[in-house]
DNA sequence: GCAAAATAGAAGTCATCACTCCGCTTATCG
DNA sequence: CGATAAGCGGAGTGATGACTTCTATTTTGC
């Protein structure tokens, strides 16, 4: 078990990154040589790090959760529990915004995401849970919802920012959801 | 310009319909004898009626898309102005509840559905905004929505729903964007 | 009942990928 | 510095699948 590489290391990063910018903007069909010449390896190097398309999307997208799990974490300690969640749904989404595709990618990939059980899935869900928690207690957020719900209304909402015309749009939608939101 | 024979009308209908479950069920790296075979008619058949795959899938999309026009018509003109829009909104998401899919599908194949602006786009946003506006003069909906954000909302509510758990998981949901539709 | 239109589906073409193999390069460590 | 193995690039391979073509057969419309 020795360390690999630091150039290992640095390609694997490089292809990850360049692999979400490549799928979220062509989608899954791009050939994978497209994604190796995107990050300027060679082919060979991609399937080194990745030995199966499948597996590099796979990655690509648990480098996300990851990163929503971070945010979600770091606004339920820190954050104000009343309006933690509504702030992390607002920012998951903007993020989201310029290109969603997060669970698209996946599903178009043949991948059912909801059988996907990561470490970095249990994570999410657990921020999401005590920012859910945090803010029924604070009574800003209605009682009667799950966590499974929110992943969804997070997903759903990323899914209608895309049909938005404008920023005004965008706005609004995430409007009707925040609302919708609030404790009835 | 004469009138083509029944059983190439039947066909045409058959291949349709069939395509669609297929599609649906096993996404759109399904090959065309697949659907071919499964619609019981051969290979020369399929593509004499749709010249190529996509045209296929399109035109699959599009049936779906008549087809909600029909149901926001059908609502717009019978039903209650109040709770018609809801009332759409809660059957289509419903429909879609068992496969959504809809937009993946094409996404998948590469095709952008917002540049999609055929006939039946055309028909579903207009029946979209004879419901919308109706709802928001009887004071059931807010007043700044406009109709891409309702689609975008239809297409997100259907998105959220697969991450439902349950049925009362998916009530929840769609009870957040009813809620947030709300005239504040 | 017959001509025209349509169909089944076998066989073949051709392009596209995912993935493999292997000779070369370079980081790392003594 | 030099050895060495970890890592790299990219030509090549095999499978797949969209689409074509063609013949024998069936269906339809009049």
Do not use: C, W
């Not at 078990?1 to 490549?22: C, F, G, K, S, Y």
């Not at 989201?96 to 178009?108: F, H, P, T």
């Not at 059980?117 to 859910?132: C, I, K, M, V, W």
Request: proline fraction near 4%; aromatic fraction near 2%.
């Amino acid at each position: 078990m020795t360390p690999p590489r630091a150039d290992a290391v640095r390609n694997r990063a490089r292809i990850l990154d360049t692999a979400e910018q490549v799928l979220v903007e062509h989608g899954t069909t791009v050939s994978t040589e497209e994604i190796a010449k995107a990050a300027g390896v060679g082919i060979g190097t991609l399937f080194r790090h990745f030995p199966t398309k499948e597996e590099l999307i796979r990655g690509v997208f648990e480098a996300r959760l990851e990163r929503l799990a971070a945010d979600a974490t770091r606004l339920a300690t820190e954050g104000d529990p009343a309006t933690a969640l509504p702030a992390f749904l607002r920012q998951a989404v903007e993020q989201s915004e310029v290109k969603n595709a997060l669970a698209g990618m996946l599903a178009s990939a043949g991948v059912d995401v909801h059988e996907l059980s990561g470490a970095p899935q249990r994570a999410l869900r657990e921020a999401l849970g005590t920012l859910l928690h945090k803010a029924q207690q604070a009574g800003t957020v209605r009682r009667d919802l799950e966590v499974p719900e929110l992943i969804g209304l997070l997903a759903g909402t990323s899914k209608a920012m895309e049909y938005a015309g404008d920023a005004a749009g965008r706005h609004r939608i995430l409007a009707v959801v925040l609302d919708g939101l609030r404790a009835t």
